[in-house]
């Protein structure tokens, strides 16, 4: 059972030590951010250990004061909310070594609070569910070697 313990482990710390998540491409109105200006961003997942990831669903938060929403135009600034409820930023498949990718659809928004604020920090992103599969480790993986298992014919050849 310890390989089963060990490899339930590796996968729970596995976003941990493997995953990073960075809001990118964000916009906003002017050279500086006022109170309440309105912006866009997107959020890139990147993955540099041996699984492939699917079903990535990201939890967006708004920080000190800072409201976010989901892409389209008629969604409401909230607290936070998660991608996986907007079927266009849900992220099927993130490949392992080195994979990245980028939320797709429209930019998601935030809204700037109403004044100062306690720390600079305006949205989270978390990784809120994922699958993953082994489909990189086991095709990946599976070059021919120098010493790969070999068949063979022998006999011995008579003269006519």
């Given at each position: 059972m310890a390989f089963f313990d060990d490899m339930t482990n590796a996968l729970e710390t596995y976003p941990v030590a493997n995953v990073t998540l960075e809001i990118i491409e964000v916009d906003f109105p002017g050279g500086a951010?006022?109170?309440r200006?309105?912006?866009?961003?997107?959020?890139?997942?990147n993955n540099?250990?041996?699984?492939e990831l699917t079903d990535v669903a990201l939890k967006i938060s708004g920080q000190n004061g800072a409201t976010v929403a989901n892409n389209g135009a008629a969604s409401a600034f909230v607290s936070e909310f998660?991608?996986?409820t907007n079927?266009?930023?849900q992220v099927p498949t993130v490949s392992g070594h080195n994979g990245s990718v980028i939320t797709t659809g429209s930019p998601m928004k935030f809204k700037a609070p109403n004044?100062?604020?306690a720390s600079k920090?305006?949205?989270?992103v978390t990784l809120e569910g994922?699958?993953?599969?082994?489909?990189?480790i086991l095709n990946g993986h599976s070059d021919p070697l120098p010493v790969a298992p070999k068949g063979t014919f022998a006999a011995v050849v008579e003269p006519r």
């Open positions: 951010l006022n109170a200006d309105e912006g866009t961003f997107r959020v890139r997942i540099n250990g041996p699984l998660v991608t996986q079927p266009v930023q004044g100062e604020q920090t305006l949205i989270k994922w699958n993953a599969n082994l489909n990189h």
